[in-house]
């Protein structure tokens, strides 16, 4: 076993005793490799004969790693902010867009499925935690997003995602998390349709016990993987900031 395979071991005894505590199956919660300026080769090290999930942020890496990483068992998600010009290419590559927060962007998405005559699963993106530096629609508008989303037949929704508040203090950000929960719930009562919601992608390399413990079935882990990453995550998440 290598150091990688080493670190998502012990995370993932660290997600089942935080779904044990929590009363939860730990079969229910999957862990996505958050793999931001990972190179290639450290991705495939990670793979120890299993399916992995990975998320990427960036359609550019995304499409670099792609042919090298077609050696491993892998499903793609795009986690990072998606502009309306790379809807094409990340089509291409992914398998689930866990970020999509704005009718622009799904008119884009819906507009290339179309084309290509197939639907795709997606997330709708909440910004559960206020912060400006943050994508993703406010937990006020999310209801109403959700609703026009549901008029895109393309597009079939899989579940919610949210980056938790950063913060030292774990019942600020569990608010975050027990608030993506509240609106999925609100969401199901609705029952749109093309909404089929059954995952929540919430909790990171600090925060993904407390994340589990509120009802998440995905968490997206990097840093306690893969180590620091050179460039700061607001280079992933301010960059281009367009308007929702
Ligand atoms: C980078 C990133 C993660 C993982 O963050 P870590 O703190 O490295 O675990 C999760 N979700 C998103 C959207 C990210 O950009």
Redesign the pocket.
């Known amino acids: 076993m290598n150091d990688i395979q080493h670190n998502i071991s012990s995370i993932k005894q660290r997600m089942e005793r935080a779904a044990a505590n929590s009363g939860r199956d730990p079969e229910s919660v999957r862990l996505l490799l ?1 793999v ?1 300026t990972v190179a290639a080769e450290k991705i495939t090290s990670a793979f120890a004969g299993k399916r992995l999930l990975l ?1 990427e ?1 960036k359609v550019q890496e995304l499409r670099q790693k792609y042919d090298y990483l077609s050696v491993i068992d892998a499903e793609f998600h795009f ?2 902010h998606l502009q309306t010009n790379k809807v094409k290419d990340v089509l291409k590559f992914a398998d689930c867009i ?2 999509v927060d704005r009718i622009s962007l799904m008119e884009k998405l819906d507009q290339r499925l179309q084309h290509e005559g197939r639907s795709a699963d997606v997330m709708l993106q909440v910004n559960t935690s206020y912060e400006e530096s943050k994508f993703g629609v406010s937990p006020e508008r999310a209801i109403q997003l959700a609703r026009e989303m549901s008029k895109y037949d393309t597009l079939r929704v899989k579940g919610l ?1 949210t ?1 938790g508040l950063f913060s030292a203090e774990t019942e600020k950000v569990r608010q975050c998390f027990r608030l993506l929960k509240k609106l999925e719930l609100q969401i199901k009562e609705l029952g749109l349709p093309n909404f089929d919601l059954r995952e929540l992608s919430m909790g ?3 925060d993904f016990e407390t994340a589990i413990e509120e009802g998440a079935t995905i968490v ?7 180590g620091d ?1 050179i460039y700061p ?1 607001s280079y ?2 301010n960059e281009n900031k367009d308007v929702k």
């Open positions: 958050a931001k998320g942020n986690i990072g866990q970020s995602m980056i990171m390399s600090h997206r882990v990097g840093t306690a993987i893969f990453r995550d992933y998440w």
